[in-house]
Each structure stands twice: as C-alpha cells, then as structure tokens.
C-alpha cells in the first residue's frame, strides 16, 4: 500500500485517527507499563455540558455569506472542533473541559466567502480560527477570546496541474491522502508524508510549516510551495508570481508558517514530481548512536541523500525492535531506516559501511514503512492504561545535537522525578547544517497529568533554548511554544511581527493569542 491508497481518516474528539481501526496494545507492552510503574487506569471519560452558541445576529451574518445550510451551532460539531491532538488536548477531552469550544462552525466554499466572513468579523464581534485538518499538537486552535471555527473542507479541489512547471494549484481543505490520491489520478506526487498524514490537511501544511518522513529527498512543504493566496481582514493577498525572485523579501515566507495569525490561507501553489515506479526501505545499525549520527551527517553534506533518512537513539532503538536478531543477532545498538522513492543507490550504501553501518536488509525496513502511520494511535490505549505520553521536537546545528539531546532528556527525567520516564529520541530531518530531534515521553501519570506534562515541557524548553536549539522543528508555536517563541526571536523581531498583524488585523479577530501575545 502506498500513501495515496490511504483513506482520509474522520478524526473523532479526543482520539486519534479512524475509529474503525482502533489499535490495541500487545501483551509486551502491557508487561513493560508495569516495569515503569503504570498500574492504574484513569478515570473514565467524563461527559460535556453543552455551552450557548454564536448570536443571532452573528449567525445571520455568517448565513448570508455561506448560506444557512454550512452554519451550525450544533453541540456535536462544535465539541469536534475544539483544540487540537496534543496529550494535554486529549486529556482535556477527557475531563470534559468545555473551554475552547467554538461559539458556532462556519464551512465556505470558496476564497471569496471566506474573505467576505474575515471582512465583516469584527463589525459582528467574531472572532476566527482556521481550521482545515485539526491536528494541531500545540495548542493552535485553542485562542484567548470566543470565536468561530472556519472550517475549509469545502475547500478540498486541485485547480489547476501546469505539467510543464510541474507545480499543482491545490485548496487549504484538501486532506493528505486525498490531495496525494489527486495528483496519482495525472502521475505526481506531492512527496510530504508526516506522521499526521491521515488527518492533517494542504493549509495546515502550509501554515504550521510541516515537515513530512520523505524531506530529505523532497524538502520540507515551505520548501515545495512557490505561491500562496491569503484572505485577511483587509484584503486579499497573492503570492508567488516566479518560483524566485529578487523583489524584495519573500512575502510568502511570512504566511507559511503564520498560524493563521496574519491570514487564512485558500490555496497553495506547490511543486510536484513524477510519481515513483519503485521504493526501497532498509534499515541499518550502528553501534551507537553518535556512530549513526556521524553516517547521517556524511550523507547530508556530501550525498547522495536517500528520500528517507531516519536514525533512533539506543532507547528507542530497544522499545520499537525488542527481538536482538533484527540488529544482527546481539541487543544494543541503533536502528537506522534509509528509503528511497525510485531506484536504490548503493553509493548512500557505501557510505553508510564506510561509516561503520552493518546493512540489515529491508524487514527493519518494510516494517518501519507498514507500521509508521499506525504509531500514533497507540497514544489513546496508553492513556487509557494510566500511561502519560507526549512527545516534542526541536532542531539544531550539528555541532551542538549532541548536547542538545543530553540536555533535553536530563531536564525531561528531572522534571519527572516520581514517575521516572522512558525518554527516546530520533533524528528524522536531516540538512546540511543540521537536523532535528524528536523526543517520545512516556511515564506514568500522576493525579494531575496535564501539570505533570507541562512542567516537564517547560524544562525541556528552557534546555532547548540553553542548548542552541529552536523551539519548534515542525510542530509549530500556538500558544504552547509562544513564551519561548518570543524569547528565541527578541523583542525587536516580535514587535515587527506584531506590527504585520495590526496591518492585516487590525481588530485582531485572526486566531487571537496564537503565535504572537
């Protein structure tokens, strides 16, 4: 099965992915909860109260744009909207906090509608968060005021395919698996897979800056989009007139990445490729994890990439592949999953056994590739079990990743002194100046699991941000990373920032609170 056989998953509020697939935890992983002294389920879900909904006035305005029919303040709706996929947000649900429930859902249908909705917000008192696929893990759908959620799903077309620049014009509510099914229909593929993939969506792509499995061999998606439409308050914004220009500063940079903050984006341009006739996936193990980073690094800088370049630290290593036999017979070690869409290089072989890498051969391989997707729904029967599993991720020049890994997983097993935590790591975005590093928590919960999370994040920021690293690699800011946001950029930079804001919304009904105080 390949990404554009997967169907578009109708995410359900507070659990993650199809909930006609639900996953179960195999027996080993039950046994080893106890070992980390998670013995006590939860207590069950509790069940929302229904809160009062928009105006009427409000809900008249919004009608006359959209049409009554793609209005609705019904509570089932609104309880779906709200927050995002992060465990505090799951927890959230769980404990049946009403708090960031939109006050009604609006679904347009084009950019107009949801320009003519931003034109007349603040004159009805509303304010706006975008929504398109929901899978926000940083509180970005979570604003400091009531507002109303507009929904893009509507917007869900590819308008136009221009085969001689290779580039497809795609809507923000173009799901994943049914944009990369779009392109596959003329023989392309767009190339950005994350872990999201099932749920997340072209405009959230765009605004949250994503970063997909396959980036080493097609880039993260700011890198593949070459044109931008943005409705905001005051106007309509067009971008991307030639794939580069020397007119300025790239203006579409200031809108990947937004958050809808500055704007919604409707529509992206995007560069395609060809889709691929073959893909190989193998792994490879080092002996330890500097030894792996050192092989990744070479094939960074110097080449030749594979599409998929990914390497777990020890510990990871040992949790995801606990039989010895798939690392060569002996425990230790770590795991090192290379990919390539098209044919196989044996020059990224080659370099990866003069680094010291033994070739496992394509079960490590194939297994990573079957099972990645599924991975995140193993989150919702953890905490079920009584288990607290997050993750966060950050980014870094090469020269301090390895200080940076040491710092953040002592300030996560610190932050954590009486439910010691299982911390592992992974490089999964790899660039010739650096990579990222991605952090899986699991530990048992205390009485109050959301503070148990946020003190432990909180070290684990302020470590970051000690060791030279960035807040976010690709989750994005919301209102999770904004204090360490605004503390990596400084007051100058963030005051430019908010005075683009004030430009483009100047009532402030944009995803207030998000991204920028």
């Known amino acids: 099965m390949t990404e554009s056989d997967l169907p578009v998953a109708q995410l359900t509020p507070g659990r993650w992915g199809d909930p006609a697939h639900p996953a179960e935890l195999p027996a080993a992983a039950l046994d080893a909860l106890k070992h980390l002294g998670i013995h006590r389920p939860p207590p069950p879900a509790a069940q929302p109260e229904a809160r009062p909904g928009a105006t009427g006035r409000q809900l008249q305005f919004l009608a006359s744009v959209v049409g009554p029919q793609h209005v609705t303040t019904d509570w089932n709706a609104r309880w779906s909207h709200t927050r995002g996929y992060s465990t505090t947000d799951l927890l959230r649900f769980r404990a049946a906090d009403t708090t960031d429930v939109p ?6 249908a084009t950019h107009d509608e949801v320009q003519a909705v931003l034109a007349g917000a603040a004159e009805h008192d509303l304010a706006v968060v975008p929504y398109s696929g929901g899978t926000s893990v940083v509180g970005g759908l979570a604003p400091n ?13 590819l308008l136009e ?3 001689i620049s290779r580039t497809a014009t795609l809507q923000a509510g173009v799901r994943g698996p049914a944009a990369e099914a779009l392109l596959a ?20 792509y765009a605004a949250a800056r994503s970063s997909g499995q396959s980036s080493a061999g097609y880039g993260r998606f700011d890198q593949m989009v070459v044109g931008v439409t ?13 794939p580069m220009s020397a007119a300025g500063p790239d203006l579409r940079q200031l809108f990947l990445g937004s958050e809808g903050a500055f704007g919604i984006i409707t529509s992206v341009v995007v560069r395609i490729r060809p889709r691929p006739t073959e893909r190989h996936f193998e792994g490879w193990k080092f002996e330890t994890f500097d030894a792996g980073l050192t092989a990744v690094r070479r094939l960074a800088q110097d080449g030749p990439l594979p599409t998929v370049l990914r390497l777990s630290d020890e510990v990871e290593t040992a949790v995801n592949l606990a039989d010895p036999d798939v690392l060569g017979g002996s425990a230790g070690g770590v795991l090192a999953i290379i990919g390539f869409d098209g044919p196989y290089n044996q020059a990224t072989a080659d370099v990866l056994t003069a680094a010291g890498g033994t070739n496992l051969g394509e079960g490590p391989g194939e297994t990573w590739r ?7 729904y193993l989150r919702d029967p953890l905490l079920d079990e009584g288990a607290l599993v997050e993750t966060l991720e950050t980014a870094a020049f090469w020269s301090r990743i390895p200080a940076l890994k040491t710092a953040v997983t002592e300030a996560l097993v610190g932050a954590l002194p009486t439910t010691p935590p299982l911390v592992l790591c992974h490089v999964s975005h790899v660039y010739e100046t650096g990579a990222s590093l991605y952090f899986t928590v699991v530990c048992a919960q205390t009485a109050d699991p959301i503070t148990q999370w946020r003190t432990a994040k909180s070290a684990a920021s302020e470590a970051i941000a000690a060791a030279g690293g960035t807040i976010s690699h690709h989750h994005g800011v919301g209102t999770d990373h904004q204090a360490a946001y605004v503390q990596e950029i400084g007051p100058l930079a963030t005051e430019s920032l908010q005075t683009v804001k004030q430009t483009l919304d100047p009532d402030h009904v944009l995803n207030p609170g998000i991204l920028l105080p």
């Open 103 to 108: 006050d009604a859902v609006v679904y347009p």
């Open 370 to 376: 079957v099972g990645r997707y599924r991975a995140p």
């Open 230 to 242: 943005v409705a905001t308050p005051r106007g309509t914004i067009e971008l991307g007139r030639a």
């Open 145 to 157: 005021r009531s507002f109303v959620t507009v929904d893009l799903r509507r917007l869900d077309g």
């Open 185 to 204: 229909g003329r023989g392309y593929t767009l190339g950005h897979f994350p872990q999201s993939y099932e749920g997340a969506s072209i405009g959230g």
């Open 161 to 163: 395919l221009d085969e």
